[in-house]
């Protein structure tokens, strides 16, 4: 599996971004998919996942609310929609995919990882 993500900018505090996940190769629809964020000089942190059907989503606790995950096994793409950005909000966005299904927020558990797409949200 190939991940490409897409869609990262600049946007001001308040305002909304959509983040794309474009996956090549097989079996994409069996996987759950994860986003992952890392800010400037901190660790890789979890942000949200959503099971390989898209029935169930989990997200960390500062973005629950105002991040929205899920995906289109058609077009074999996942999305993270962000609203009420907020400047701490601001990383690399990293998309992946998880070939067992946990779909959990455990980056280890991700087996494809795409190359990031970089969020900044000014004050």
């Known amino acids: 599996v190939q991940l490409q993500a897409s869609g990262g900018g600049l946007v001001q505090a308040g305002g909304s971004l959509r983040l794309s996940c474009a996956a090549s190769?097989?079996?994409?629809?069996?996987?759950?998919m994860g986003w992952f964020r890392q800010a400037p000089g901190k660790e890789r942190e979890f942000v949200a996942s959503?099971?390989?059907?898209?029935?169930?989503?989990y997200y960390v606790d500062s973005v629950k609310g105002r991040f929205a995950i899920s995906r289109d096994l058609a077009k074999n793409t996942m999305y993270l929609q962000m609203n009420s950005l907020k400047p701490e909000d601001t990383a690399v966005y990293y998309c992946?995919?998880?070939?067992?299904?946990?779909?959990?927020?455990?980056?280890?558990?991700?087996?494809?990882w795409g190359q990031g797409t970089l969020v900044t949200v000014s004050s």
């Open positions: 992946a995919a998880d070939p067992r299904g946990y779909g959990r927020s455990f980056d280890n558990e991700y087996d494809y």
């Open positions: 959503i099971s390989w059907g898209g029935g169930s989503a």
């Open positions: 190769g097989r079996t994409f629809s069996t996987y759950a």
